[in-house]
């Protein structure tokens, strides 16, 4: 089993700042992408950004330049630095990753999700 575990949202003012990070545990032999997904109240689930084992990028044009994705392949964990939120950053935030077990079979893994209310 693999487990991924979010951390660090919670209520923020506008134009400010959070950290979120995204834990993997579990048997776990590789994971090549990660990302960060959020779904705010009324939408679908959308990609926020994306990183590859060997750190290449892509973010979703609303948070180019205020978002950073991040990882630490030696701890399994991966980062999202957001900064100058606003209101329309309100959302539960979700870890994604694709995870290579011991059988060697690539598969996506969610977390439940972390909350990051943004108020102005």
């Known amino acids: 089993q693999v487990q991924l575990v979010e951390s660090g949202g919670g209520l923020v003012q506008a134009g400010g700042s959070v950290r979120l990070s995204c834990a993997a545990s579990g048997r776990i032999y590789s994971i090549n992408a990660m990302g960060w997904y959020r779904q705010a109240p009324g939408k679908q689930r959308e990609l926020v950004a994306g990183?590859?084992?060997?750190?290449?990028?892509n973010y979703a044009d609303s948070v180019k330049g205020r978002f950073t994705i991040s990882r630490d392949n030696a701890k399994n964990t991966a980062y999202l630095q957001m900064n100058s939120l606003t209101p329309e950053d309100t959302a539960v935030y979700y870890c994604?990753?694709?995870?290579?077990?011991?059988?060697?079979?690539?598969?996506?893994?969610w977390g439940k999700g972390t909350l990051v209310t943004v108020s102005s």
């Open positions: 990183i590859s084992r060997g750190g290449s990028t």
């Open positions: 994604s990753a694709e995870v290579v077990t011991q059988d060697y079979y690539p598969k996506p893994y």
